[in-house]
Each structure stands twice: as C-alpha cells, then as structure tokens.
C-alpha cells in the first residue's frame, strides 16, 4: 500500500512539474494567465489526495522549491481552495485568470458568498482595481451597495451608452460626520481628494475644474461646481453638490448648466454633455417623477460619509426585500 502511495506521488509530482514547465512558456505572453492557470492545475491535482493529509503537500512543497516561492507550502494550500471553489467552466467564462493571484486570494477570503466572490472578480476586471483598492472595495461594502436598485441615478432610460455611468450611492471616506457643513466645503474636500473621488465615481471620469466659470452671451456668469470629462462616452459632465436633501428645483439649475456646456463647450467630437445632482438624501418617488419630466441625461444620486454605511444599507436592504 506504501508503495503504491509512494507511486502514486511520484506520478503527481512529475504531472505538477510539467504543468509548471508547460506554462512557463506560456507565460512570455501572457504571465499572470499562465500562472493562474497553473495553480489551478495544482490546486486540482492536490485536491485528488486530499484523504493523504497535510503531509502530502508539504512534501509536495519541498521537492518543489526549485521552481521558486510560488509552491510554498501556504500557497500551495490556497492553490487546493482555489480549485475547489471554481469548476472549469468558471474558469473559462470568468475573468478569474486575468486577476492577480494575491488580489484573488484576498477576493476569496473576504466574500461571504460565490455570487459575491464572481461580483468582486468582475468588477476588478472591468475597472483595474488594485489589490489596495479591492480592499477598499471591501471596506466600503461596494457588493452591498451593487444589491441596491438604482432608483434615482438613473439617467433617461432612451440612452442606454450612459445607464451604468451613475451608481445609486457614492461613499467617500474622506468625510466625517463634522465635516463639511456646507456645500462649499464639500465641494473643496471633494478638490482636495480629487483622486479617490475619481476613484469611486469611475475610472473614465477626468477632472475638468471646480466651481468652473461659464460666461454665457450678454456677459452673465454662472459657476459648476465641479466639471468633469467622461473618456469613454466622450462628453463633458456637470455635477451640482447639494448637502441636503434633493429638491426638484435643483434640475432646473442642472439642467441650465448641461444645455449651457452644449451650447458653448461641447465640440464636434463631444457627444451630449450628461448631469448629476450629487445630494445627502433623496425620496425616490420624487427623485423618479421629476428625472420622467426631463428631457436630458440627467441623473439623482447620494453620498454618505463611511460611518453612515452600515445603517443605511440595512435600511435600503430591508426596503428591497418587502
């Protein structure tokens, strides 16, 4: 029986080392791919003897070392959860191998469920996360967050290119609940952490100016908070900052502003300019009454210091579900 194990392992040993010499070379072309892949081979040829106990893989990581820290005896062990959570067609369909692997085990451990481990994986594929701000993600409750209906940020619905530019709620942690107490000083604590501002409103936001001057025919001046620039969609962006509640009026002075950078910003190349009032709260049946009384891409959201977070995604869970 001894021998046979002792066979058995030799035979693994040698399917491991060519899987890491086959992928090696694979790995001039694509690296991170090629050595994601590879641990999942691993990971799935370990979970064979798992009945073998904990001594397998540590001789496994010892007459591995040649190949370099990778095979450590931890790492081997996460290779063995790794391929015990995603089946092959999770792999192929997934972006799981384009993740770097600390970032990935950082995914695994941190999500409480699949479905939210998957959330995590694709939204760091599509946005470039780094493993520093997945853990941020992760502090901020970002999937939580995702669970929410987009209620009043949603723009007009006959333009599907901006539907996913707004989220229902934005969280900036560099806010306290003494800081600021008016609209102005949120508009420059936003300036002054402008990258993590960008950072949670999107990848694709550029920043523009702040309290942008606009001088309109006859000489009148009017000020935007803040104007940004979407890469991707190629049109300007004006955000207003209320640090109250969402009145309807605040759309007419939004609406002004996004009609105004049209008319005397916008260039052949720009698509039309879009807008968001950025508030402390909002009631969704008169977010969504007056957004379905503007013609334009127009969008309502919130912002909550972190210390808000928890309670209010209690609140807006336990609404989802009645």
Not at 22 to 32: L, P
Not at 38 to 52: D, F, L, Q, S, V
Not at 72 to 84: E, G, K, T
Not at 170 to 189: D, G, R
């Amino acid at each position: 029986m001894e021998y046979l194990i002792d066979n058995d392992y030799m035979n693994d040993l040698k399917q491991i080392k060519e899987t890491i010499k086959q992928n090696q070379n694979k790995a001039m072309v694509v690296v991170n791919s090629a050595m994601i892949m590879t641990y999942y081979e691993i990971g799935t040829i370990i979970n064979k003897r798992k009945t073998w106990g904990s001594k397998y893989i540590e001789r496994l990581s010892n007459d591995l070392k040649e190949y370099g820290k990778g095979y450590s005896r931890d790492n081997l062990y996460r290779m063995s959860q790794f391929a015990s959570i995603f089946s092959d067609n999770e792999i192929m369909e997934q972006p799981v191998p384009q993740i770097p692997w600390s970032t990935l085990i950082e995914i695994i451990h941190k999500s409480k469920t699949h479905k939210e481990m998957l959330w995590y994986i694709n939204q760091t594929h599509k946005y470039g996360w780094s493993r520093s701000q997945v853990l941020q993600k992760f502090k901020e409750q970002a999937y939580e967050r995702s669970l929410i209906e987009t209620e009043t940020s949603t723009p007009i619905k006959n333009n599907n290119q901006i539907k996913d530019v707004f989220k229902d709620t934005y969280v900036f942690e560099f806010l306290n609940k003494n800081n600021p107490k008016t609209e102005k000083e949120l508009t420059n604590s936003i300036i002054d952490n402008v990258v993590k501002f960008i950072q949670e409103v999107g990848k694709d936001f550029a920043f523009v100016g702040k309290e942008y001057k606009l001088i309109v025919p006859g000489g009148d001046s009017f000020y935007i908070d803040i104007l940004m620039y979407h890469l991707e969609l190629r049109c300007f962006v004006v955000i207003e900052i209320k640090n109250r509640k969402f009145k309807p009026q605040d759309l007419g002075q939004l609406l002004f502003y996004v009609k105004a950078i049209n008319n005397l910003k916008r260039k052949q190349f720009d698509n039309e300019t879009i807008g968001l009032v950025l508030c402390k709260d909002s009631n969704s049946f008169v977010a969504k009454n007056t957004l379905d009384s503007i013609n334009a891409n127009i969008g309502i959201s919130k912002y909550k210091i972190f210390e808000e977070l928890p309670s209010y995604l209690e609140k807006r869970l336990n609404e989802e579900k009645k």
